[in-house]
């Protein structure tokens, strides 16, 4: 099982090498995707992922650098369906999202495309809802309402899959709006930094022995600006082997201990 993160950065302005928030999970055959940046389809097919082995695609809320890619992510499973005929046909897509009106919008956009968006596979828009959402043999996904944004419509995700317990903040308030869940243990909490202060996050994961992995995602201005400063406090506060900054076309091989992901993402 690995996970590739396709885009590390936060909705800031346009940043060197970095892209909005996704991540892919590659479980078994199948592809999971966890919001979907802007530069996703690209990023992923480019590095060589197969994106026609993709079979849901979970946005934890509709802010423009979590959705912002899904509708070129759904043109470009069409385009390879084009290039390599029926490699879709018979496959089935499942989209959930927290605003409906939102996935209607992208299916709109890409009608009006030039040639239409007439697909030969399934694609379903599966409403969030709080507890488990899906479930099968490759993974089973959890969700909780977080206080993002008003309205029941942030969520956040805790995935089981490979014997191993991932939990991904999406954007949140706080992190104490994940505590059921962390407060159990996982093996790697992907934690937002775009509205956090690294030094919090760290103090919180430090009091939390269970919590075995951290990897900062959706970096803001703490990070982007301060890499080497937070760097140096992640490390101090939690050692390199239990913490990490990630950056665009990282992949986290769960076969592989953590902490061997560490380093590539050290700008010193
Ligand atoms: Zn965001
Ligand atoms: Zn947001």
Known sequence: M????????????????????????????????FD????????????????????????????????????NLL???????????????GKAVDVFTSCEPAFAAVLQLLRHTEGGFNINFSLTHHPLHPGVILQNADLAVETLINHHIPDDRSFSFRIVAGG????????????????????AGCDLLLMETGHHKVADICHFVQERPQIRHLTFVHHGRDILDRFTDQWLTCTRLL??????????????????????????????
């Open 75 to 89: 043109w470009t499973l069409r385009k390879l369906d084009w290039c390599n005929p029926h490699c879709m046909a």
């Open 164 to 183: 191993k317990v991932i939990v991904f903040s999406g954007d949140v308030r706080s992190i104490e709006e994940l505590t059921p869940w962390l407060d």
């Open 239 to 268: 050692g390199p082997d239990r913490v990490c900054i990630s950056h665009d076309g990282q992949t986290v091989n769960f076969a592989e201990p953590l902490n061997r992901h560490t380093m590539p993402t050290v700008k010193l």
């Open 36 to 71: 979907a940046g802007e530069n996703c389809a690209w990023k992923a097919h480019t590095s060589g992922l197969d994106l026609t082995a993709i079979r849901a695609i979970f946005i934890s809320h509709p802010h423009i650098d979590h959705i912002g890619g899904l509708p």
């Open 2 to 33: 690995k996970l590739h993160i396709l885009g590390s950065c936060s909705g800031t302005e346009p940043e060197p090498g970095r892209h909005h928030t996704s991540l892919m999970l590659e479980v078994n055959e199948s592809l999971y995707v």
